[in-house]
């Protein structure tokens, strides 16, 4: 075994007792200054009595992952290490960032009631915002692609050689990649726990996948990724003592995206996240078959977990058996990526 995986796996070690020692300080924080989530009349009934519960517990994530990863590019700055392949780490690092603070603007206006209870800033405004930092990113490995050694093209199972893809082709597909797996997650962040084990199973899957391709510092900032996921697990398990509100599910979902371009495995992002995907999916059918039909629903509610909590099954089992279907699809995944 290569020196560099067990390091990566220390630091999510690290990474989830820094997340877990720093959780309940902050949720007091979250509580006095009145962070509280407004639950949607709209969702199941049963979900009311969450009403209240500290959100933009996304914030657990995202602040241990930035300090830890910027602090080893650091490390490597002064040692005199820095390479384009350790710099690189920071692109996805500011897609985690950049989507959370857009992700914090949305549910700061959630709480203030701003709008609609429970709602944020205007789906199309949010959208378009998603859109412009993703066009960012994907125009940064497009075009500035030394540390990246595998954006501009894609690995296809069973096929032996890397399919390079014309950037003109290659930014759209990108684009669609970052925006949809944001907003996927935050479609699956719905149930206590769910959005946080069933990234952390992607992350982890995509970091499998980085070792297998020598990406070292892929591997170290998506086991990062795990180990603060699993940190605020701590706190989000049944019966939530906080949400990961907007600021974590879109950040963690852009984030998911980028790692799997850089891993050129993005063909396998609906299989490793086979959840989230079924969310959105679920979303967009809902929606177009009441449309269809006037009024009629293809499910009982969507997203799709709710309408398996309205067929009878409690919360905890829907984000268990969810979880058992993400952890083999993740598995799945990386089978898939071995294959040439």
Known sequence: MTPELPFSLTLGAITFLLTAIW??????????????????????QTHLVKTGTPTMGGILILVPVVLITLG?????????????????????????????????????????????????????????????????????????????????????????????????????????????????VNFTDGLDGLSGIITASAFAAYGVIAH????????????????ACFGFLWYNAHPAQMFMGDVGSLALGAALGTVALMTGQWLLLPVIAIIPVAEVVSVILQIGYVRLTHGQRLFRMAPIHHHF????????????????????????????????
């Open 309 to 340: 909590e309205l067929l009878g099954w409690s919360e905890t089992q829907v984000v268990q058996r969810f979880w058992l279907v993400g952890i083999l699809a993740s598995m799945l995944g990386v089978a898939l990526a071995l294959l040439r």
């Open 212 to 227: 297998l391709q020598g990406q070292t510092f892929l591997v170290q900032f998506s086991f990062i990724m795990v180990g």
């Open 72 to 184: 080893l590019n650091l490390a490597r700055l002064v040692e005199g290490q820095i390479q384009l392949t350790g710099s690189s780490i920071l692109l996805p690092l500011f897609v985690l960032l950049s989507f959370g603070i857009l992700g914090g603007i949305d549910d700061i206006e959630g709480v203030r009631g701003l709008r609609e209870r429970g709602e944020g800033i205007r789906a199309r405004t949010k959208f378009a915002a998603q859109f412009v930092l993703a066009l960012m990113v994907a125009l940064v490995m497009a075009f500035l692609g030394g540390g990246f050694q595998n954006a501009n093209g894609v690995y296809v199972p069973f096929f032996p050689t890397f399919v390079e893809i014309p950037p003109l082709l290659w930014i759209p597909i990108a684009v669609v990649a970052i925006v949809g797996a944001s907003n996927a």
């Open 23 to 44: 959780g309940s300080p902050f949720i007091e924080v979250l509580r006095r200054l009145h962070v509280g989530k407004q639950i949607r009349e709209s969702g199941p």
